[in-house]
């Protein structure tokens, strides 16, 4: 079983920066890959970022590109999210995700799921 948590959410003015963080409890984590997915109030939840499991390939969405990176640091089994020049539109609860095998953008091949942190994006 794979427990994730989420931290770094909070409120931030636009164009501001967060850097969200995902700890998870698992000793092969190495072996998954990861993204960060956001819902925002009365939408979907929708994909954000991706990367695999050592961290080579990155994937993102076309709203967050050039804003947003994903990494992940294998020794201390946590994902991160850079969020730099942050929009109102990036308002939304994000959370953690973790799969096995290749990274990708569907939100329905990951197994694992995290509480998610609520990010705010004041104008």
């Known amino acids: 079983q794979v427990q994730l948590v989420e931290s770094g959410g909070g409120l931030v003015q636009a164009g501001g920066s967060l850097r969200l963080s995902c700890a998870a409890s698992v000793r092969t984590f190495s072996s998954y890959a990861m993204g960060w997915f956001r819902q925002a109030p009365g939408k979907e939840r929708e994909f954000v970022a991706a990367?695999?499991?050592?961290?080579?390939?990155?994937y993102y969405a076309d709203s967050v590109k050039g804003r947003f990176t994903i990494s992940r640091d294998n020794a201390k089994n946590t994902v991160y999210l850079q969020m730099n020049s942050l929009k109102p539109d990036d308002t939304a609860v994000y959370y953690c995700?973790?799969?096995?095998?290749?990274?990708?953008?569907?939100?329905?091949?990951?197994?694992?799921w995290g509480q998610g942190t609520q990010v705010t994006v004041s104008s």
């Open positions: 990367i695999n499991w050592i961290g080579i390939s990155t």
């Open positions: 995700a973790g799969k096995q095998r290749a990274a990708n953008r569907k939100l329905y091949e990951y197994d694992y």
